[in-house]
């Protein structure tokens, strides 16, 4: 099994409260994992915590073999640019640029802008026809494939999705979750938190949270 | 080499696209901010084109408050020069220097009505020694003019005298007995107003001294001149000649520019200090409105010196154009100044350009510093989280 992901005993505090109390969890390549929970089981701290957002008080986080809780604000910000795709339930789009420009936005922090690769990456989104927009001209459905793309173009070792279907209609819902069974299809790694079953039911593995903690699930990872 | 070169191609130009992008979704901001700049730029230029030019404009303005140099007999000699001596002295001082002088020749004198103090004196000099005298009718324009005379106002009103009228003068000693007309009544608020006033070579007649002053009186401009060494060098070159700056003139004149100076270089520090304050307000306020703009740019891997240096670069370029417009501004803002306080230009000078791009890029990099710290404060977990 390829582990892409190693947390053991990891955990956040905040002040007296412990929001992220001690998890072991390993996720191997291409699995897709839902980490679900009430309000307040931590499952923000924990998504920060593996989007390099944030730093564990304690515990040992390593991502595609770097081990990331030493590693200091600046150290964290590179490694979130080379390994980690990130899908908001708010889109966070740049409200000036046109779709492509907010794809090729992670290109320009991570290496180099490529006008092309960004249109592709739109394209495989169904957003071919929508380069040129601005987000205020794109419908929810549209600005979280935008999202995706981006999150995408850089090639991650793993995406990261909070929420991504949390701001989306029916049927929007519906596009979004297909992008992420082809993404699946195609050997992505997949860390998703929701409060939604049916987002939870698409996963391979779900974890469940409460209180900071993993709550039943088995964190063996069940794909190879 | 040619695959770093296409990056930074690349990279640039969506640097810039994000630049304008930024700048021009955020106009009246932008706008706010350069109005500000401007404002302080026009200031600085302005004020530091008056401080070169203040110098030479004020000791021309101060040099109508009358002589700052006197020349007269020592002490230990005759109590009047000759006359020759005062040609002498005036050829010492470059002619760019003198603003007026003119040779005093005193005595009494018999009036129609009573005695008066007569003096002879070099009209055109004193004229220019003496601009603030307030003159009812002419000045006596000529040098050989022996027919008119010039009285003080006290003593116009004491003989009934105006403009126009005959005065007779007479004098025993010499026998001097002669009719002149009255071409200006001058005012003073000092001795002046007593006197009257005759050309020095129609003086010497009536009082019998030929070829003879008492002393002699000159406007100089002192800036960058060595009076006292002027003062020093007469004294040895001729004997039985006094020579001294009126100190207290001189002394006061340098007073008052400094002060002129220390003003100016408060007001330029407030307006900056103003200019500061508005511009880091309006960085403020774009940060604020920025936050999560800066929050995603983070989350997809900017780095703080990414940030700082988009930030620097938008009020670097917002300032670079309203200094430019400022300067433009501030050499307007001189000539008005300069016409209203001095009556003429304000000289442009190369120097003041980078003086003032030093100082207003300074003013401008300083109301940075808060709106760049809070931009590098934001915390993307906080500012991204899902509501």
Known sequence: ?224 | MAAISLQQRQNLRMFLRILLQSLRIRKSRVLIAFCSILIGAAVVFALLSLYFDISIKMSRELRAYGANFFVGAAETGQPTLEADVYRRVLEQIPATRLVGASPYLYGVARLDLGNAVLAGVDFTGLRRLSPFWQVEGKWVAVDFDEEHCMIGRALARNMALKVGDQLRVFKRETGFNQSLTVRGIVETGQAEDDQIFVNLSLAQKILGQPGRINHAMLSILSRDFDTDALAARLKEQLPGVTAAPLRKVSYSEGKILEKIKGLMALVAVIILAATTFCVMTTLVAMVVERTREIALLKSLGAENRSIVRQFLIETGCISLAGIAGGMLVGFLLAQLLGQAVFGAAISFRIAVVPLTLTVSLVAALLAAIMPVRMALRIAPATVLKGE
């Open chain 1, 1 to 224: 099994m390829n582990k892409v992901l190693e947390m053991s005993g990891l955990t956040r505090r905040f002040g007296a409260v412990t929001a992220v109390d001690g998890i072991d969890l390993d996720i191997v390549a291409g699995e897709w994992v839902a980490i679900m929970g009430p309000s307040g089981s931590g499952k923000t701290t924990l998504m920060n915590l593996l989007a390099c957002l944030d730093a564990p008080s304690e515990g040992r986080y390593v991502l595609d073999g770097v081990d990331t809780s030493r590693l200091d604000d600046r150290e964290r910000t590179v490694v979130r640019r080379e390994k980690i795709g990130l899908v908001f339930q708010q889109f966070h789009l740049v409200p000036y640029l046109t779709a492509q420009e907010n794809v090729m936005l992670a290109q320009y922090y991570h290496s180099m802008t490529d006008k092309e690769e960004a249109a592709r990456a739109l394209a495989q989104m169904g957003m071919e026809h929508r380069l040129q927009h601005r987000p205020s001209q794109l419908s929810g459905g549209e600005q979280q494939r935008v999202c995706i793309a981006r999150a995408l173009i850089n090639q991650p070792a793993i995406i990261l999705a909070d929420e991504p279907t949390g701001n989306l209609d029916e049927q929007n819902e519906e596009i979004v979750l297909d992008i992420f069974r082809d993404l699946h299809r195609q050997g992505r790694t997949i860390i998703m938190v929701t409060h939604n079953p049916e987002m939870g039911e698409q996963a391979e593995r779900v974890v469940r949270l409460q209180h900071g903690r993993v709550e039943a699930a088995d964190p063996t990872p069940v794909t190879p």
